[in-house]
């Protein structure tokens, strides 16, 4: 079985700012890791996945992870936040059989943008 | 293009009722997966389906059924309704012949009462 930790539920930060998310999975087999964000009211949006090669992934709206198999981790960064990244961020990893295998999620971090 | 598409957007039922939740997939996708959301969690796989069978289930009870149709769209079914079936019930879709992501939908809140 797999898991995620999403060590924050919260982070506060000011725009332009650069923030960090943090995420740690656990699993017997080798995954696919993802993240996606979720804006309210709306279902989950994809910003960027890994599934092999290069571990730092560039990802949508200027978000970017860095796969560590050494640590089980796979944060998110962004250099300079805008108050329209204030969202719900998830973790999110499958196991390698397929992309369309079932995604085990963390419990999200709130991530809040202000002037 | 249309992406994909859950009705009702909200519905509110009583417990021991019954309920069913709608699901489009992305135009090109055949693999549909249903997700449970509770308030302030992540989601939680509930099955997946493909070929119009259940091809994988996660940790839910027999009272969560689900259907999928010649066209892929699909269905979910939560019979007995308790009040912690109350959450976001989202729908997702992929193709199972690419390296494609899941492709999210807005969700159906479900309250019980």
């Known amino acids: 079985a797999q898991s995620v930790t999403q060590l924050d539920s919260q982070v506060p930060v000011f725009e332009e700012a650069p923030v960090e998310l943090r995420c740690n999975y656990s699993?017997?087999?080798?995954?696919?890791l993802f993240w996606y964000v979720q804006y309210p009211n709306q279902g989950l949006q994809l910003l960027l996945k890994?599934?092999?090669?290069?571990?730092l992934v560039k990802g949508i709206n200027g978000f970017e992870a860095e796969f560590n198999k050494s640590q089980t981790s796979f944060h998110l960064r962004k250099p300079s936040v805008h108050i329209s990244d204030t969202a719900e961020y998830f973790c999110?990893?499958?196991?390698?059989?397929?992309?369309?295998?079932?995604?085990?999620f963390g419990t999200g971090t709130r991530l809040q943008v202000t002037l | 293009d249309a992406g994909v598409t859950q009705s009702p957007t909200h519905l509110i039922k009583t417990r021991g009722q019954q309920v069913t939740l709608r699901c489009s997939p992305k135009?090109?996708?055949?693999?549909v997966s249903w997700y449970q959301q509770a308030l302030g969690q992540g989601p939680q796989f509930i099955f997946q389906?493909?070929?119009?069978?259940?091809?994988q289930r996660g940790n839910f009870p027999d009272r969560f059924s689900g259907h999928q149709f010649p066209n892929y769209s699909s269905e979910l079914n939560v019979n007995a309704l308790l009040l912690g079936d109350s959450a976001l019930y989202l729908c997702?879709?992929?193709?199972?012949?690419?390296?494609?992501?899941?492709?999210f939908g807005n969700g159906t809140r479900l309250t019980v009462t």
């Open positions: 997702a879709s992929t193709a199972s012949s690419t390296n494609s992501p899941l492709h």
């Open positions: 699993s017997s087999v080798s995954v696919y």
């Open positions: 890994y599934l092999s090669g290069s571990t």
């Open positions: 999110a990893v499958s196991r390698q059989d397929g992309t369309a295998s079932k995604l085990t």
């Open positions: 135009s090109g996708h055949d693999t």
């Open positions: 389906y493909y070929e119009e069978e259940e091809r």
